[in-house]
Nanobody
Framework: QVQLVESGGGLVQAGGSLRLSCAAS????????MGWFRQAPGKEREFVAA????????YYADSVKGRFTISRDNAKNTVYLQMNSLKPEDTAVYYC????????????????????WGQGTQVTVSS
């Protein structure tokens, strides 16, 4: 069974940091761009960050650029999202996803998230 499982969410004060992980199982995702979306209550899901298959190229939403860093470890079939300088507006459920149309693609964006998705992990930033 193919699964993406996020972890690392929680409650943090504004200005703090969290590191999300997305562990894949069931098949390798090392040839595909992986990324993160988030959805806050009452808002549409929005793109956060993506990383190409090799980890050489990344792509960020303007709202997180300079604060969040996406990385991956293909040997562990895991993608990470390091979130620093968190703001209350970063509060959301964070989902990792795969871009199935991105096989060995050099660029990381735009990111479609048209493959497997995880179940999400809650991030809450208090003011």
């Amino acid at each position: 069974q193919v699964q993406l499982v996020e972890s690392g969410g929680g409650l943090v004060q504004a200005g703090g940091s969290l590191r999300l992980s997305c562990a894949a199982s069931g098949r390798t995702f090392s040839s595909y761009t992986m990324g993160w979306f988030r959805q806050a209550p009452g808002k549409e899901r929005e793109f956060v960050a993506a990383i190409n298959w090799s980890g050489a190229n990344t792509y960020y939403a303007d709202s997180v650029k300079g604060r969040f860093t996406i990385s991956r470890d293909n040997a562990k079939n895991t993608v990470y999202l390091q979130m620093n300088s968190l703001k209350p507006e970063d509060t959301a459920v964070y989902y990792c996803a795969e871009d199935r149309s991105s096989y060995s693609r050099a660029s990381a964006g735009p990111f479609s998230g048209n493959g497997y998705w995880g179940q999400g992990t809650q991030v809450t930033v208090s003011s």
